[in-house]
Nanobody, 126 residues
Framework: QVQLVESGGGLVQAGGSLRLSCAAS????????MGWFRQAPGKEREFVAA????????YAGDSVKGRFTISRDVAKNTMYLQMNSLKPEDTAVYYC???????????????????WGQGTQVTVSS
């Protein structure tokens, strides 16, 4: 089984930056695609970014393109989400997820993922 633990969330002013971390245990992230999703109060879960298992392809949702970047450190078995130019509408709980099936495509569908972390709160003030 897999455990995913997000960290790095917090309160930041608009225009600021945060880096979220997702530490994995149980499996090496080098063999699986991973993604970030977020959910704001009263809204559906939204795709943020993903990285294919090979590490050669990354994807980002339209609302965060140009501002958020996904990356990983295989040695640390950790995935990151660098968030720049944060906006109040980025306020949400951010979740990392892992796809054990090594699916193709842009990995924007939450149902492609088999394991989820508990989430970390990101709050962006005006």
């Amino acid at each position: 089984q897999v455990q995913l633990v997000e960290s790095g969330g917090g309160l930041v002013q608009a225009g600021g930056s945060l880096r979220l971390s997702c530490a994995a245990s149980g499996r090496t992230i080098s063999r699986y695609s991973m993604g970030w999703f977020r959910q704001a109060p009263g809204k559906e879960r939204e795709f943020v970014a993903a990285m294919r298992w090979s590490g050669g392809s990354t994807y980002a949702g339209d609302s965060v393109k140009g501002r958020f970047t996904i990356s990983r450190d295989v040695a640390k078995n950790t995935m990151y989400l660098q968030m720049n130019s944060l906006k109040p509408e980025d306020t949400a709980v951010y979740y990392c997820a892992l796809d054990t099936a090594r699916r193709m495509g842009d990995l924007s569908n939450q149902y492609d993922y088999d394991y989820w972390g508990q989430g970390t709160q990101v709050t962006v003030s005006s």
